[in-house]
């Protein structure tokens, strides 16, 4: 703790994998004589930069950019950029660390990283964006490439900043390495899906472990945190296989809808308008606006989906759900619930699906977009959606199957931590110390 002081998302992430493999290790020394763990919660390379950049009045601003290289057993390190005032270093070691994991149970061959900046993209005119993100890949660019380094979108980072960061990255190395970023736009590289991929991902995990307790979404009221990127898509999703979303939030507060989010308002007003959520009040005067975004978990439903940021659902809003009758809480975030929220969830026998397994649909299809990269290739939105549906069943199987094999049956932390853990582990230990 002290070699990471003042890191405290970073160590709840580490707990929360050690602690599950503690039994791994108890069945395989090796990992132990080649010191695997001491290797795996060490960065392999940790990049911080200046940002320089003139704003719309004329002014410098400066922010500090990120790229943390964690672990590259398995492939080129693959991880989001986040942009929010909140990124310092110990948000960008758990969120690589976690993506390690997830990553690998991806069954792609992608290593994990993660990067950002405490650059705030809103209330920035687009050009100031583009003004940001072109300083921003000034300095990336060297770190980065097809076969060392593959950043995609995250918090604040959607199409249009990787638009931006793309078209910088293709003028300075005068080449078009189209696997250099994921989630690019539709005409230049990207991959059907990508965008709807997080959140439709984590709604197929879902969807497997009902089938796997012969039940399904249809007539289920589900409660979704955030309006961003996965929330969307999760709802999209959710609502298509007949469940019945009523509540989304935003950092300002949450609106919630008894007769059904509409969708098509969420979308026009997030997506096009980059407005606030409060707005869908004004076009649906039945639905309700509560302006405290984090007790948008005193809303009963049968399923939670946490989808907004890290820590957002603690041990108080996880007794109140628990009261409420909710059965399933599937994380789209990376880490939403608190540590005692899970243990709330798990005293409970409440099924909690943790993040590195229920939102590893959308870095998985960033693999895919990648594959298609390579190929000079671009597929059917059928053809990769079909392909995340299996990816995120395979996900659910693996996690079960390998948490009853070590006795702790129906823990899908577990599962995911030891699936993912032993696949790094493993090739770790075939490359020898590096
Ligand atoms: P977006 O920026 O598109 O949306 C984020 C949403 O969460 C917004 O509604 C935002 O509200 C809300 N939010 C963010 N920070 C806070 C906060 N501190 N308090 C309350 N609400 C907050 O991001 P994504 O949808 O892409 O990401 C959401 C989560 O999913 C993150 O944890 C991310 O790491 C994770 N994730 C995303 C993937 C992807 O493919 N995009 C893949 C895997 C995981 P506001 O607009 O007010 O800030």
Request: a negative charge; hydrophobic letters at 35%.
């Amino acid at each position: 703790t002290e070699r990471n002081a003042n890191e405290p998302e970073f160590h709840q992430a580490v707990k929360e994998v050690l602690e599950s493999i503690e039994p791994v290790f108890d069945k395989h020394p090796e990992y132990k004589d080649a010191g695997i763990l001491e290797r795996i919660v060490e960065p392999e390379r940790q990049i911080i930069f200046r940002v320089p950049w003139v704003d719309d009045e004329g002014n410098v601003q400066v922010n500090r950019g990120f790229r943390f290289e964690f672990n590259s057993a398995l492939g080129p390190y693959k991880g989001g950029l986040r942009f929010h005032p909140s990124v310092y270093a110990g948000i960008v070691k758990f969120l690589g660390f976690e993506q390690i994991f997830k990553n690998a149970l991806t069954g792609r061959p992608i290593g994990g990283g993660k990067g950002g900046s405490d650059f705030d993209p809103k209330g920035k005119s687009d050009a100031e964006v583009m003004r940001f993100c072109q300083s921003f890949m000034t300095e990336l660019y060297r770190h980065i490439g097809p076969s060392t380094d593959v950043p995609a979108g995250d918090i604040g980072v959607g199409g249009r900043e990787i638009g931006y960061l793309f078209g910088q990255y293709k003028r300075i190395v005068n080449s078009f390495d189209a696997g250099v970023l994921t989630g690019k736009g539709l005409d230049w590289g990207g991959s059907l899906v990508r965008t709807e991929a997080t959140g439709y991902g984590l709604v197929y995990i879902v969807e497997e472990l009902l089938k796997d307790h012969d039940d399904s979404f249809e007539g289920k009221d589900i409660v979704i945190s955030g309006s961003g990127n996965v929330a969307i898509y999760a709802t999209e999703k959710a609502q298509e296989l007949g469940a019945n979303v009523i509540a989304l939030s935003d950092s300002s507060g949450y609106v919630y809808d008894s007769e059904g989010i509409k969708l098509d308002t969420v979308k026009r007003i997030k997506e096009v308008e980059r407005g606030r959520i409060k707005e869908y009040v004004e076009e649906h005067p039945s639905a309700e606006y509560v302006a405290e975004s984090f007790d948008i978990w005193n809303v009963e439903c049968d399923i939670a989906l946490p989808c907004a940021t890290q820590n957002e659902l603690d041990e108080d809003s996880a007794k109140v759900l628990v009261e409420h009758g909710v059965k399933i809480v599937g994380e789209g975030a990376n880490m939403p619930c608190t540590p005692e929220a899970v243990e709330v969830f798990q005293e409970n026998d409440v099924f909690y699906i943790p993040g590195k397994a229920a939102n590893a649909g959308g870095v998985a299809t960033s693999a895919i977009e990648m594959t298609q990269n390579g190929m000079w290739d671009s597929w059917s939105f059928e053809k990769v959606d079909a392909e995340l549906n299996k990816i995120m069943v395979d996900i659910y199987n693996n996690a079960s199957t390998i948490a009853k094999e070590y006795g702790m049956e129906g823990d899908l932390v577990a599962g995911a931590n030891i699936a993912g853990f032993l696949k790094v582990a493993n090739s770790m230990l075939d490359q020898g110390v590096v």
